[in-house]
């Protein structure tokens, strides 16, 4: 079927329009690289803070210094000990949410995401995309006698540029285990000295 010269003309400008909002869609939203979104993704990295409050056994279990990373697949949590006291670290890397990762290395958390470091006090490197420290979880001591265990509650986290680490619910002290509760090897669940 001939088109008229009105009817060509019309169709002719409808296919540059959607020519030019098609290139400038791919300009502003860019397909994501493969993978971006999929397993080991950005996306995939978020990281996934367990929503209610956990137990980890013993306090004696954290008399060596050092990173404990067996609960941070499972918990989105690091339980870090400097041989005096205990604390437990959210995971999530306070940029943007990526889950951190411990470089024993160079004993440090690191983001995968946009590279933000943090010592092992989950405090931010200067310079990084991070702009502060990691955040503590609440710790305390439940149970009695031998029964006795820490339980880490990540709903209630406190911020250190908030002034909010305070020792009475973000440490239990290490130093005021009875000698004889303290383990004489590190235990096994201990990846590294810190
Ligand atoms: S999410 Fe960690 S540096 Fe951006």
Redesign the pocket.
């Known amino acids: 079927m001939a088109l008229t010269r009105r009817e060509f003309t019309t169709a002719s400008g409808a296919i540059v329009a959607l020519t030019v909002l098609g290139a400038g869609c791919s300009r502003e939203d860019p397909k994501p690289p493969p993978g971006a979104n999929g397993p080991g993704g950005k996306k995939d990295r978020k990281a996934k803070l367990a929503t209610e409050p956990f137990t980890v056994g013993p306090l004696a279990k954290y008399a060596a210094p050092g990173v404990y990373t067996d609960i941070k697949e499972a918990k989105g949590v690091w339980l870090v000990s400097d041989g005096k006291a205990l604390v437990a670290l959210s995971a999530t890397?306070t940029?943007?949410?990526?889950t951190t990762d411990y470089d024993a290395d160079n004993k440090s958390f690191e983001?995968p995401?946009?590279?933000?470091e943090f010592d092992l006090q989950g405090i931010n490197h200067e310079g990084?995309?991070?702009k502060r420290p990691l955040e503590r979880c609440k710790v305390e001591l439940v149970g009695e006698g031998s029964a006795q265990e820490v339980r880490v509650d990540p709903t209630k986290r406190f911020r250190k540029d908030k002034d909010e680490w305070d020792a009475a619910v973000t440490e239990l002290k290490l130093a005021d285990l009875p000698a004889a509760t303290q383990p004489a090897t590190p235990p096994a669940t201990q990846p590294s000295e810190s």
Request: hydrophobic share 10%; charged share 10%.
């Open positions: 890397c940029h943007s949410g990526c983001c995401c946009h590279s933000s990084g995309k991070a």
